[in-house]
């Protein structure tokens, strides 16, 4: 009888500790389905959800305006000791920012670029955005931290800088699949940003920069050239990617 009691109890505890195995795996078969898989954040369904693209662009919009206005003090110099053609040539990660913030409404109005002409401007629009963001998102963070490796002052701008700058490089490499510029636009997007450089280094009215780097100037203006190079190569493989999946689904 004893044993039988023993018995009893010992399978009650096994099934006692099978209903929790069960319950935990009912746990976390719930948690994968309420946590979507991380390359869902990437993916169209979520990209292009309408919500996010206004959060979005509300984000890059309010970037782009503090952008120049952080640019304020350099404008105004300019103005006062340039000709003011070369005024345009002074703010370039807010005019990035501009150039990625109007792909975003092309992306939440399709048919505001219907036309040839429209689309044409569509085009060339977010070849800008492309080669800009990216150039200059990676330009600003290695800017900041070369300074600080020479010993220059980081204060939390510089930490905000650097976040919302590599967000600026990720972000269009992201929505460049669900663009529309091709080569063209890519490679006037470019020419774009080697007249940029050259009129930033040799009238110098490139960004200003932490005074530590300004004996090595000539490095800094070749490495902005190379990363001109680089976001050309960047984007021509972004829009390269996107045009041979729309070969493959057109055949």
């Not at 070369?86 to 036309?115: E, G, K, M, R, W």
């Not at 070369?146 to 980081?154: F, L, R, S, T």
Request: net charge neutral.
């Amino acid at each position: 009888m004893l044993a039988g009691f023993i018995r009893c109890g010992a399978g009650h505890q096994l099934d006692k500790r099978a209903e929790f195995v069960c319950t935990e795996e009912e746990n976390l078969s719930k948690e994968k389905r309420i946590l979507p898989p991380i390359s869902y954040f990437w993916s169209r369904h979520f990209l292009l959800n309408r919500g996010f693209l206004w959060l979005l662009l509300l984000v890059n919009l309010g970037g782009t305006i503090y952008g120049y206005i952080w640019y304020g003090n350099q404008l105004e110099f300019t103005l006062e000791e340039n000709p003011l053609w070369q005024l345009v040539f002074v703010p370039d990660s807010p005019t990035a920012s501009l150039f990625f913030t109007l792909s975003l409404i092309y992306l939440l109005y399709p048919s505001a670029a219907v036309s040839p002409l429209a689309l044409a401007i569509r085009k060339l629009i977010e070849g800008l955005a492309i080669v800009c963001s990216v150039k200059y998102g990676v330009w600003a963070v290695s800017m900041i931290v070369a300074g600080a490796w020479q010993g220059a002052e980081v204060e939390w701008q510089q930490y905000m800088l650097c976040v919302s700058h590599l967000a600026m490089a990720i972000e269009v490499l992201l929505y460049a699949r669900f663009m529309k510029a091709g080569a063209y636009a890519v490679t006037i997007g470019t020419a774009w940003l080697f007249i940029n450089d050259t009129v930033d280094y040799t009238y110098g009215v490139f960004p200003w920069l932490a005074e530590q780097l300004y004996d090595d100037l000539p490095a800094v203006q070749a490495y902005t050239y190379g990363l001109t190079v680089f976001a050309f190569a960047a984007g021509m493989i972004a829009v390269g990617v996107r045009m041979a999946k729309e070969r493959r689904k057109a055949s």
